[in-house]
């Protein structure tokens, strides 16, 4: 089984960054696209970014762009998300997720195979 660990999250002050990572491990499998989704208390999971493998091609919430980065390395099976100008509605628990295949959305949480167990980000004052 693929197992996927997140880490870098923490209480931040507004306006503060923070790099968030996730190392895949397991089984060989096949990374078409890699993706971060949050949650906070009371709504649902939401879509932030994600990456294509192979190309690298991007894709961003209309809520995180120009403000957040999603990048990857092949070689470690590692996803990161660099988070600028961070606000308190950012708060929210972090997943990454893998998708195997291209056949589906990338925004849409049930399109990806494999979940981590999420970090905590807090952006507060």
């Known amino acids: 089984q693929v197992q996927l660990v997140e880490s870098g999250g923490g209480l931040v002050q507004p306006g503060g960054s923070l790099r968030l990572s996730c190392v895949a491990s397991?089984?060989?499998?096949?990374?078409?696209?890699m993706g971060w989704f949050r949650q906070a208390p009371r709504k649902e999971r939401e879509f932030v970014a994600a990456?294509?493998?192979?190309?690298?091609?991007?894709y961003y919430a209309d809520s995180v762009k120009g403000r957040f980065t999603i990048s990857r390395d092949n070689a470690k099976k590692t996803v990161y998300l660099q988070m600028n100008s961070l606000k308190p509605e950012d708060t929210a628990v972090y997943y990454c997720?893998?998708?195997?295949?291209?056949?589906?959305?990338?925004?849409?949480?049930?399109?990806?195979?494999?979940w981590g167990q999420g970090t905590q980000v807090t952006v507060s004052s």
């Open positions: 397991g089984r060989t499998f096949t990374t078409y696209r």
């Open positions: 990456i294509n493998w192979s190309g690298g091609r991007t």
């Open positions: 997720a893998v998708a195997s295949s291209g056949g589906g959305n990338y925004y849409t949480h049930d399109y990806y195979d494999y």
